[in-house]
């Protein structure tokens, strides 16, 4: 197992103990909801986004415990989009990882509310003392979180995404969409880790820029996939986007040009950690799991 | 105009000019989404939560910048939770406060993204330096809110109400049903005005009572509202929850019980804050409001 595999690992089992161990537990009246709550948020993703923040952070021996708490938050946040994504009104999808997506497991009621409480439940869990002794940095990570998911950041992509060729059919529409949709988050991931190891503006700006960059290469990966894959592979329906009208990476720039821009982001994103040196060898292995991944 | 529907209105007018100034403005690719956040959020409601917030704080000669920020997030959030008890695959409504809901007057996508923008909103503004110069306070209030919006408060609420009488069909689990599904922002409103003005812990005590009280009271209204009211008076379609085979403190209690409780819980409500003396008479005022509103 190359050293990115096990961190990656290690990372996930670390997120899928703290989340068990963080989210409410099934009691009287709100079983339902708070089942559905678990089925969605313990469902064994890969827990790439949540990683990032532990693996930056480490890179500064920063703090674990607040790093643990910035990736719960993190990931909260990243279940509840794709619970609401997944909706009838949204992108209608049935599966998610392999398995039955939250609203045909349980009913749309119950999507619909287990994926608000977990973004609010995002907020809760970075507002309280254990996840930072300086309130200061608390709200910080707060305000950062609600800028990527808001109505600028990861709400407004997925409305562009909604809107589909409307507004975004050429290259610069594309990419503003997926900076938003799914770029912000992994940013704000990414930007965490060296919020909370106190990281030097230079060593912020290089790590923000390396998110930027892994962030648009694995989006133009999904899209692949989405034209590519095949069901097995990715645990989830593919070939949607063209069946549904909607632009992305390969239906604006087509496979080879997407593939090609996917190697000059890559690279370019090793090239931004490459001041941190050894610390950062698994940083830079994470760009090739995400250009080489085929889920 | 009594001194109370002179202050609503002074309050109701406050926060609709903050929510104008601190909501994003339409720009480019999220203008429809935009449009929808700000057809929810100026729509002209009583404004009786973040009344609440602002009153309590003025009590106390609180800073009036922080009692506003905190009175915008309370509203936001209760504007997310219309904007998403109206879906199809909740309440399904078609009017609220005399117009199309939000789903109507868009689309359900834009709808839930809309309601999920406010709720992430509401952090924002909270976690922002503006709203407190104490970064503690802020981290407070994000808390408090989140405990009263998630898994165990609003949500909850949410999820027991549609469960109906599978659930909560006797008077206990009605109560408990409604503290959490209005019970709980409307204890934030109050608690919020308290915490932002550093209330003695007798204080707070008192004020919580006083918003536990008048939070029972106010749904019991709404519960003989939909029973008896008319569409003309409350602006949204009425007879609503009988016909679904939901249960509420009317199907649970019938009318008579419902406003001798009324008055029991008012009377009770006035009293909680009989300490502070006339500094409270608004706050009693308010309880009248509530107990005699028709919409």
Redesign the interface.
Known sequence: MSQFAARLKEAADRINVALDALL?REQG??S???NA?RYAALDGGKRLRPFFTLEVGRMFDADEAALLRAAVAVECVHTYSLI?DD????DDDDLRRGRPTLHRQY????A??A???L???A??V????ASHS???M???L??AL??A????GM??G???D??GAD??SDLI?VT??NRQKTGALINFSVDAGALIAIASEAEKTALSRYAHDIGLAFQMVDDLLDAEGVIRDTGKAVGKDKGRGKVNFVTVLGAEATRERIGMLAKQAKQHVAMFGPRASVLREAVDFVVERRY
């Open positions: 409410p009246s709100e339902r909801l708070i709550i609401h909706l009838p009104c949204m009913d749309e009621a119950t619909l509310l994926g608000d409480a973004l609010t439940f907020f809760e970075l507002a309280d003392p300086d309130p200061q608390r709200c910080k707060i305000a609600a800028r998911a808001g109505a600028q709400v407004a997925q409305a562009a909604m809107a507004t975004g529409g503003r969409m």
